[in-house]
């Protein structure tokens, strides 16, 4: 690139082409920053005769910004992400369904190593909605070498783009919770589970009340698996005891616990066992009706594909003490911020 300063008076034919690298007040008509200069701008220019016009001469190798940020954009757009119109010289990339945002972070890393490449992101593994501003693609300078934006590209797409929105695939879901509960807490429970398990766009089986013995929590599990269910939730866990009719019921049913105990808050009585390739998750008692516990960190996952064990449930400690200031982590069912549920462990 070619950098050219032109004093008041200086004829401005020969700008035609260039880039502005200020803003320039033409009698009542702004002209951008980042323009590239027609005839039509330079007569408005020239008539008001600005003190000085810093210019960019492009040069072969040479991108404008412009190019430049839609070819990142491009780039860094992976499965289930939309490019939008540019703005203020930043191209927005947005969730094109319901899902989960994987963001390939080593690689996104290396990609902003270089000179001018600005690719940012929300946090990997967050859960975004359809329309939703997932990352920006943009380069700092007005003009930028073609080689970094080529070698950024290179980058993005060993990783199939940066950004990728994994979608949740519906489920069959079945429950089952204790009748201990309470006929007010039942129903309130079936309610909250339905809306979300229709979030996530999966359906739900009617929920099996049993009384709280082995027979019959074993039989309502079975019952629902041979009913088609993909995904079992047993509620009303008296978790932290060994002689629980719920933990007697699964060694009946040939399940081992993969994990009981998760370092994380609220929720950190969450437990997960597998029956084949059905997972079964289990809450105590108070955690049944709030929108933000553990459980609502898993289910999304497990939903979205992904066959949590021991080595992810240990990994939810790192940003486990789950303060308002988290909400982003959790679904929004509601359409709007998630409201925590204030309860307190068993």
Not at 43 to 71: F, N, Q, S, V, Y
Not at 287 to 305: K, S
Request: hydrophobic residues 50%.
């Amino acid at each position: 690139m070619k950098l050219h300063r032109l004093a008041a008076g200086t004829p401005l034919d020969a700008a035609a082409g260039m880039v502005l690298c200020h803003d320039v007040d033409a009698g009542g008509h702004r002209v951008r920053k980042g323009r590239i200069l027609s005839r039509v701008d330079l007569a408005l220019i020239g008539a008001t005769a600005p003190a000085e016009l810093h210019l960019i001469e492009l040069e072969a190798g040479d991108l404008h910004e412009g190019e430049a940020g839609r070819r990142l954009a491009g780039a860094a757009a992976g499965d289930g992400v939309d490019i939008r119109d540019p703005s203020a010289g930043h191209w927005p990339l947005v969730a094109a369904r319901r899902g989960i945002l994987d963001v390939s972070v080593d690689a996104l890393r290396r990609a902003n190593s270089l000179d001018g490449i600005s690719i940012y992101t929300l946090f990997h593994g967050q859960i975004v909605d359809a329309g939703e501003h997932v990352a920006r693609a943009k380069v700092a300078p007005l003009v930028l070498a073609e080689r970094l934006v080529a070698e950024a590209e290179a980058v993005a797409r060993s990783a199939s783009g940066l950004v990728r929105v994994r979608p949740f695939l519906p489920r069959r879901i079945g429950a089952v919770a204790v009748e201990s509960l309470g006929a007010t807490a039942m129903a309130r429970f079936r309610d909250a589970l339905a809306e979300k398990v229709a979030w996530f766009g999966s359906s739900m089986l009617e929920p099996s009340f049993v009384p709280p013995d082995e027979i019959s929590l074993h039989d309502a599990m079975r019952g629902l698996l041979a009913a088609g269910a993909g995904l079992l939730a047993l509620a009303g866990t008296k978790a932290m005891d060994p002689l629980d009719p719920s933990w007697l019921a699964l060694a009946r049913l040939g399940v081992t616990i993969e994990r009981f105990g998760v370092p994380a808050h609220p929720g950190s009585l969450f437990w997960i066992a597998w029956h084949g390739d059905v997972p079964i998750l289990g809450m105590p008692t108070c955690g049944l009706f709030a929108q933000a516990t553990v459980f609502d960190l898993v289910l999304p996952r497990i939903l979205a594909g992904e066959r949590v064990g021991r080595a992810e449930l240990a990994e939810l400690g790192h940003g486990g003490f789950l303060t308002r200031e988290l909400a982003f982590r959790f679904p929004r069912y509601r359409g709007g911020d998630v409201v925590r549920g204030a309860v307190e462990e068993d």
